[in-house]
T-cell receptor
Framework: AAGVIQSPRHLIKEKRETATLKCYPIPRHDTVYWYQQGPGQDPQFLISFYEKMQSDKGSIPDRFSAQQFSDYHSELNMSSLELGDSALYFC??????????????FGSGTRLTVV | AQKVTQAQTEISVVEKEDVTLDCVYETRDTTYYLFWYKQPPSGELVFLIRRNSFDEQNEISGRYSWNFQKSTSSFNFTITASQVVDSAVYFCALLLTGGGNKLTFGTGTQLKVEL
């Protein structure tokens, strides 16, 4: 079965550079979520989109922005990167409300290293 | 506000031992979902189970079993006859349907299974 696809898997950037992470949800899933997991930490919710509109926002820095496109894929744009942005970034997708969909499927993550 | 507590930071067992990972959650909502995820050293988040707040029936899947008790706000996870491949970080997570469908994770339990 098709899963959530994230690209790239690994990314190395220098401080103050910009990074773009991409997420392709499971086909027919209309909701995308982004999470950030720092070293030794639990995943923290950043932002989510439902039907291409932002539906919820967590502790996402102002330097970050995201959007969901007409084909439902999503991109997380991160500017003025800082060392503290080094983390594993996960995308998840679901079909509408979780109650109507089994599971809450995560992609394999993008490991961002800022040097 | 919601909260998930996994008091066990790290557990070490010898292969074939049974092990129980504890999860205690806090919420005032009556409708919610509880999840368990496995995160092996490779980093991906592997979905294990979802349980809704109205279904207190315990579940068994192979060597895995889950004990959901609303009276104590706990959703514990037991691995029977542990194997080295079970070594991973295990996260318990809470989802409130009225909270934008974002997951709140516990801090995780590192399970080490040794020969």
């Amino acid at each position: 079965a098709a899963g959530v696809i994230q690209s790239p898997r690994h990314l190395i950037k220098e401080k103050r550079e910009t990074a773009t992470l991409k997420c392709y949800p499971i086909p027919r899933h209309d909701t995308v979520y982004w999470y950030q997991q720092g070293p030794g930490q639990d995943p923290q919710f950043l932002i989510s989109f439902y039907e291409k509109m932002q539906s919820d926002k967590g502790s996402i820095p102002d330097r970050f922005s995201a959007q969901q496109f007409s084909d439902y894929h999503s991109e997380l744009n991160m500017s003025s990167l800082e060392l503290g942005d080094s983390a594993l970034y996960f995308c998840a997708s679901s079909l509408g409300r979780v109650g109507r969909n089994y599971g809450y499927t995560f992609g394999s993550g993008t490991r961002l290293t800022v040097v | 506000a919601q909260k998930v507590t996994q008091a066990q930071t790290e557990i070490s067992v010898v292969e074939k031992e049974d092990v129980t990972l504890d999860c205690v959650y806090e919420t005032r909502d009556t409708t919610y979902y509880l999840f368990w995820y496995k995160q092996p050293p490779s980093g991906e988040l592997v979905f294990l189970i979802r349980r809704n707040s109205f279904d207190e029936q315990n579940e068994i899947s192979g060597r895995y079993s889950w004990n959901f008790q609303k009276s104590t706000s706990s959703f514990n996870f037991t691995i029977t006859a542990s194997q080295v491949v079970d070594s991973a970080v295990y996260f318990c997570a809470l989802l409130l349907t009225g909270g934008g469908n974002k997951l709140t994770f516990g801090t995780g339990t590192q399970l080490k299974v040794e020969l």
